[in-house]
């Protein structure tokens, strides 16, 4: 205990020194990155050369699994490897930062061959072990160059115990496996951990949806991060003009000691960087939602007016924040008009008696999507994704009767669908915008020849490898624009919208605010764990509040279970509302209530974090979570669920509190269980008991006044 005192005050005193001082100085001959967490040391060309990572460490202890010349980056133009290990002329270096507290240093080079300039971006934050860096390749030759198969960060790991022993911790973090691997859309996070080291380095890749790759151990002990490579399922490719430039996006990466276990660092410095410094937009949204209902299931398309009216009236009873009106409300996909049939009225009246019950009003749209009959396909097909072939294609679904036409963000769709959007955000007051359907790949098919765009005269790609990377680029200007005119307004980038099965990851989160990730229909207790297993599996790497996880019903015999299971994402229930008693909209509201409550009171839609010593969600287990505010420790929430296990009782800790304050955990209606200290709810916490086999409960955790 002593020692881990000393240690712990010779690092609060390294980073007061280094907070006083500028994270980045450098000589003529090389930089030095230093926030008093960590240090990484880059060798500068002197006149020309290398442009290596020597060091990349804590700054307290050791740290054992960088060889001291690090290749630092790569990449190809036009077929030709460019690397740190390549012949580079120092051009400058000067101080950068961003508007996250973010604070470090460009290096800007010229190849050797004179055909480009590099700029590298480095940035460190307060108190973080965090170094996040891009790279900005400019042409400087006369002609039109091709830039493919980036690697942002390419690190030379040290041989047979960095490679032989580590965990590849992939898949958010959560998947461990030994031995080669090569990452995939699922790939966000990745964690190289080694147990006799205790220590190891966090890959996050801020690559959109199918771009991104992160490699550990693949071709060559190495650890690699950036785009993918043009022998990859989706490969990057991007085509930069004389004198234009292109800036990859941003990997960011920790290395830390000390910890035994990985999700030490998932559960703490990742989150913690996230929320405060990765520049995600449910850290600027002023109000959270709490709890939302949509009109998917079981109602389908088949909604209008006096339908909508009666489920908000009965949905606004049990409580619910914000009201969704799902898919069947329009005339057409790609007009958007509204159906007069189902709506004479239009859309704002209906908005307007959604807002009057104390909801906001959200709509399900599709964003690269067009009928076939649409007066926009017809008027402007030029504005339509082309397939291998030639043809117009439905990049969503195979065998859909030719009904969807697949629009390229690359033309002038993205300003016409903004235009549509805009409108019934600004003159309607939607508020929660449900955004959905494949942009650049689908969910459900799986050729990658079916992604997409293969025309040759569509002004923003050249080819089909540049549409993947510039209609996702596209999408998320669209997303931007949307809320610069409407700053609070919520949008939710369904996984379709995404291009895969049940995908989020930090450029979504970057854009847009929550991530609708499943289709789940059931209604006992197998949707129960459905939902907890995904919420735990992409969280804490995600944020838990961005995870939209449908289909759980409100009038389902298990609808207890299913509010308890969500409020460790973010709720949202469909089902009729209408079916519910008295006696059961009551008790949506109290439940409404005291997730409302519980968020004032602790931002708890900002956090989540691992319950400890429950695990993966699964059949014959318990499993929990708890999302407690680490930033004033005042409490949060914690939730515990037995699912199937043949304990009746489990013994339940809460990480992350002040050690020295009192807590008091008391049940949903008031009833005080335990009063300890944060360290005593560390060490040995409270037994609790579920007589159910299949139950859950919730709890909140409050400094004792």
Known sequence: MKTTFILLLVQLIAIHQAMAQPFAKWTKSELLLNNGVVQRTIKLPAETGNLLTTLYKPVIGDFNYFMNSNTDFQFEVDGTVYSGKGNWRLIEVKTIKDNHEGEGAAITLESSDKKLNLTLNYLMYP????????????????????????????????????????????????????????????????????????????????????????????????????????????????????????????VFTMVYNNHKDPDEMLNTAVPDFVRKHLGIRLSELKEKPTFVYNTWHPFGKKIDEKLV???????????????????????????????????????????????????????????????????????????????KA??????????????????????????????????????????????????????????????????????????????????????????????????????DCTFEAMGGLQLIDYAMLKHAEGNWLSNFYGPDETGDLRIRNMAWWRSPAMSATALVIGNPRMDDKCWETHIKSLAGALPIMLGDPRKLSPADLKKYREYADWLQSMNNRYDIMSFRQDLPGFGEPKEGSWDGFQRINTDTNAGGIIGVFRHGSLETKRKVTVNYLDPVKNYEIRTISGKVIVIESGKELNSSGFEWELDGVYSGELFEVSVKK
């Open 309 to 387: 009216k009666e489920l908000a009236k009965a949905a606004a009873d049990a409580g619910m924040k914000e009201f969704v009106i799902d898919d069947g409300w329009q005339d057409n996909y790609g007009d958007w008009g509204i159906d007069k049939t189902k709506f004479p009225n239009g859309l704002k009246p209906v908005f307007d008696y959604i807002k009057s019950l104390g909801m906001k009003p959200g709509l399900w749209v599709s964003v690269g999507s067009a009928s076939s009959a649409s007066k926009v396909y017809h008027e402007h097909p030029e504005w339509f994704v082309k397939d």
């Open 127 to 250: 108190n973080q072990p965090v170094i996040r860096k891009s790279l900005l390749i400019k042409n400087l030759t006369k002609k039109e160059f091709s830039l493919e198969s980036v690697d942002v960060e390419k690190f030379n790991v040290t041989g047979y115990y960095a490679t032989t022993f580590s965990w590849i911790c992939s898949d958010y973090g959560r998947r461990r496996s030994i031995g080669p691997y090569e990452g995939n859309m699922q790939d966000a996070l990745v964690i190289v951990h080694n147990m006799d080291w205790a220590s190891g380095i966090v890959i996050g890749n801020e690559a959109s949806g199918v771009m991104k790759r992160t490699s550990v151990f693949w071709d060559a002990p190495e650890i690699c991060s950036g785009l993918t490579h043009k022998n990859n399922r989706f490969p990057f490719r991007k085509w930069i003009a004389p004198n234009e430039s292109f800036e990859t996006p941003q």
């Open 390 to 491: 030639g043809n117009f294609a439905n990049l969503h679904l195979e065998n859909a009767n030719d009904e969807i036409r697949s629009a390229c963000y690359s033309t002038g769709w993205k300003d016409y669908i903004k235009n549509i959007l805009l409108k019934l955000a600004l003159d309607y007051g939607l508020e929660y915008m449900k955004l959905d359907f494949s942009v650049v790949t689908s969910a459900y098919r799986f050729n990658p020849e079916n992604s997409g765009c293969y025309s040759t005269d569509h002004k923003g790609h050249k080819d089909h490898n540049e549409s993947l990377f510039v209609n996702y680029e596209q999408m998320w200007k669209l997303f931007d624009e949307l809320h610069a005119a409407k700053p609070n307004l919520f949008i």
